[in-house]
């Protein structure tokens, strides 16, 4: 940790000095990706498919050793909840939805509800990338971003600059040692897709309400192109690469 703190001031310092912009010391690990002949990946949630379930949360826990303890999630669930005689809708994650969700509102008073799955949306331009000191958060060839923990100095930038929060430190507890103290986050299970597997969270899906795949399958550009599709939070400019089906604007 004292390791940590020495190079996260070093490296302020440094970047003071020299007037080297934050985005360019992450430009070493992104430089081939445009050189990258993979066209991407492509995530797709149906919001009128999920159940709330939470199968999704628990499988990601497992499979990314992410703390079981609440507060830490590379993907959770919220529910939204529009009542009678209200304009905003009731919004809640108890425990990020690891344990489903209880019956707390009359069905009576219930005008529309639905359960919205997050994760990171991998975004285009992530504002993660832009922000870390020391081009720990970078972007893959295939357009994931990725956090390399043997660099990670632990500063909570980009967990600040995520407008999703999407992104948490990892506990100094955690299972996975080489991680603590170091910024955590949805990476799509990357060890698993550069192997043609699918993300845990998917596989774990009962009702098929996440879709995942590369840019170029047919299945996904189909299934984008039948139905209107949102972003969250567009006006951030992020360019976001999970494709939301059945939300309100009110989700964010």
Partial sequence: MKRRKFLLASSAVLANLVGVSLAKLSNEKEENVQKSSHPGYIFVVDTRKCIGCGRCVRACKIENDVPLKPYYFRTWVERYVWLKGEEEPKVDSPNGGFDGFPEIYDEKEVVKSYFVPKLCNQCKDPPCVQVCPVGATYKTPDGVILVDEKYCLGCRY???????????????????????????????????????????????????????????????????????????????????????????????
């Fill in 158 to 252: 980009c967990i600040q600059a995520c407008p999703y929060g999407a992104r948490y430190l990892y506990p100094a507890n955690g299972p996975r040692e080489s991680r603590r103290g170091t910024a955590d986050k949805c990476t799509w299970c990357y060890h698993r897709i550069t192997k043609g597997l699918l993300p845990a969270c998917v596989l774990a899906c009962p009702t098929q309400a996440r879709k995942f795949g590369r840019a170029d399958d047919e299945r996904i550009l189909k299934q984008i192109e039948e139905n209107p599709v949102t972003v969250l939070k567009p006006e951030q400019g992020t360019k976001p690469r999970v494709f939301y089906i059945g939300i309100d604007s009110e989700v964010r």
